[in-house]
């Protein structure tokens, strides 16, 4: 199972980098064969033989499964003559809206047109061009069929170093086309523009979760009215991650603990064995139940399908889906009466993961996840003795802060210093208090619970406010290496090998090439000159051997994004420029000083 999980993400992140698919029968062919070889051939050889021949074999499944599936979501696109043009659709507004500044996005089912338009794609309905003015902006809700004029385009996002690939994400998601919704213009002649936005129909029964998960979300806004982090109790209870500010997924970021502002698997694991501990305590009370069942088993179910239905109910995220499968395997192990050690259950998560969602490779999430889990089974696996809780929980805090640290410098080329800390004192606030509380106020009818977890969580932040103000919260560094990575972690894991093994403290050796290998820069007389897409607009980083200028910063897209946070920043930290010589904005326009604020406050110039 082990190698076979392995194999079979290896080769989806391979097809996820190529730059054209494969040919369908081709890839199909070669792919099943070598399958069926490396099956075969595992069943006459040693261990070591049987399983590099079952990961090769699995490492094609995984291609071919990823590339059969990537064909059929790229099949589903935006016909080029709907491109830009008034396009007339029904369709069920899908998951929860999202309000901004100047309006509101939601996605939207499409029912018809049933050619030409894919089946999922991301609108926006705008008011006035003043900031808040709401006028004339559809007051959509979840599960409602609407029928309106929109214009649409297929996705496209900018391509730069170190960057947020928004066609990525776009992908990853489903959604193959965005747009927005056409108000009716006041010019006459153009009958097909007319047609007024129309709701058809108040509720759609199949998107009965949806309805219920916003009533949560309206739910906990009216019993929080104005409170600063109303936002987290909401991602907390339902998913719903847009309700956070930037500010506090900043201060998240920079103390580490934002894994845990989201549904995470600590929170699913609560609720699984809260269920579990509940129904066996009652079931053991019972002798008509006990003997028509095991309470073990009933127990089993209850827990998984509690989870089952919290992952449903908080919209199916990476660490959900995969703290979810960890707990069915375990639960089948427990009903069948068999052992399952921890690394199979975390390879047959990893396995169902990529089978539903082949696109898991491309998110952080996906990464960081998985290989927090690993950690924490590598430290205390194999572990004779006893430690004192205490002293286990801080093992397992600085095991997870280095086992992460090459990811994320990868990923985001920062490492919270503070994390462990921050971590000791968050989890067990959030996971056990915070979470429970938020969830049963979005459900009971009464208020208090949401208020009790409201003052708790001030209190929380103002501890990670603190944190995150000391001088050195935050380690920030040029991206690493590609070869530096896998040392890392192989120095990591000597690091993190139990008592006894020799010369553990030599792992940290392999970890020296990941802060000391700077990537390729400008040498004595030469410039570099780097243009980023920015879109409309211009941001152009002039480099030399010592030096750095930054000319033009791009333009802003909202009140809390701009091309200074979104690209420029990104670029700058991946490459190792920590500080500019000079900033040189041409003229005042948007789209060229745009970014120029988040620069100047988060580097100096």
């Not at 890839?27 to 006459?44: D, M, N």
């Not at 805090?397 to 994320?408: E, H, K, S, Y």
Request: hydrophobic letters at 55%; one cysteine or more; charged letters at 15%.
């Amino acid at each position: 199972m082990r190698f076979a999980a392995l194999g079979f993400a290896l080769g989806v992140c391979l097809l996820q980098q190529q730059p054209v698919l494969p040919g369908a029968g081709w890839l199909a062919l070669v792919s099943a064969f070598a399958a069926i070889a490396g099956v075969g051939f595992s069943r006459r050889a040693s261990p070591i033989i049987a399983g590099g021949a079952t990961f090769i074999g699995f490492a094609a499944l995984g291609f071919a499964w990823a590339a059969a599936l990537a064909q059929l979501r790229l099949s589903d696109r935006l016909d080029t003559a709907l491109e830009g043009r008034d396009v007339l659709v029904t369709g069920v507004v899908a998951g929860l809206p999202q309000a901004f500044e100047r309006g509101v996005r939601f996605d939207l089912d499409v029912e018809s047109p049933e050619t030409g338009v894919p089946r999922r794609i991301v609108l926006s309905s705008y008011g006035g061009f003043a900031p808040d003015d709401s006028q004339g902006v559809l007051p959509v809700r979840a599960g409602e069929r609407w029928r309106f004029t929109v214009r649409l385009r297929r996705p496209h996002g900018s391509a730069n170093p170190h960057g947020f690939d928004y066609e990525a994400w776009l992908l990853e998601r489903g959604t193959r086309a965005t747009g927005y919704v056409r108000m009716p213009p006041r010019r006459a002649g153009d009958e097909r523009a007319q047609i007024v936005p129309e709701r058809l129909a108040d509720r759609v029964p199949q998107y009965w979760l949806e309805r219920l998960r916003e009533a949560a979300r309206e739910k906990i806004r009216s019993a929080l009215p104005e409170r600063p982090y109303a936002g987290v109790l909401i991602a907390l209870a339902i998913g719903d991650q847009n309700a956070i500010g930037p500010e506090d997924w900043r201060l998240f970021a920079r103390t580490g603990v934002s894994h845990l502002m989201s549904i995470s698997g600590l929170h699913v694991t609560m609720v699984a064995g809260l269920f579990a501990m509940l129904v066996s305590w009652c079931w053991r009370r019972s002798e008509s139940l006990s003997l028509t069942l095991p309470a073990q088993k009933a127990a089993a179910v209850a827990g998984f399908l509690a989870a089952f239905a919290y992952c449903i109910i908080s919209g199916f995220a990476v660490p959900a889906q995969r703290t979810l499968y960890m707990v069915g395997v375990v639960a089948l192990a427990l009903w069948l009466g068999r052992a399952a050690s921890a690394s199979r259950v975390l390879a047959a998560a990893l396995l169902l993961v990529l089978l539903l969602d082949p696109w898991a490779v491309l998110s952080p999430g996906f990464w960081l996840s998985f290989a927090a889990v690993a950690v924490i089974f590598f430290v205390a696996a194999g572990r004779t003795a006893r430690p004192h809780w205490l002293a286990q929980w801080g093992r397992v805090q600085w095991a997870v802060t280095a086992g992460l640290a090459p990811l994320l410098l990868v990923l985001f080329q920062q490492v919270s210093l503070v994390s462990p800390v921050a971590n000791a004192v968050a989890i067990p606030l959030v996971s056990f208090v915070i979470t429970p509380l938020a969830l049963a106020g979005a459900v009971l009818p009464f208020d208090w619970p949401l208020g009790l977890g409201h003052v708790i969580l001030e209190i929380l932040m103002a501890v990670l406010e603190w944190l995150a103000a000391l001088p050195s919260a935050v380690w920030h560094q040029h991206a690493p290496v590609p070869w530096t990575v896998p040392l890392a972690l192989a120095g990591i894991a000597w690091l993190l090998l139990p008592r006894g093994f020799p010369s553990r403290a030599l792992g940290a050796l392999l970890m020296v090439p990941l802060f000391a290998a700077s990537p390729p820069g400008p040498r004595n007389g030469e410039l570099w000159i780097t243009v980023l897409d920015v879109g409309q607009g211009l941001a152009v980083v002039a480099r030399t051997e010592k030096h750095a200028l930054l000319y033009d910063a791009g333009p802003a897209f909202n009140a809390f994004s701009d091309s200074g946070s979104r690209v420029i920043l990104p670029y700058l930290r991946g490459e190792g420029i920590d500080r500019l010589d000079a900033l040189v904005v041409s003229h005042d326009d948007r789209d060229h000083s745009g970014g120029a604020g988040s620069v100047l406050e988060a580097i100096p110039v």
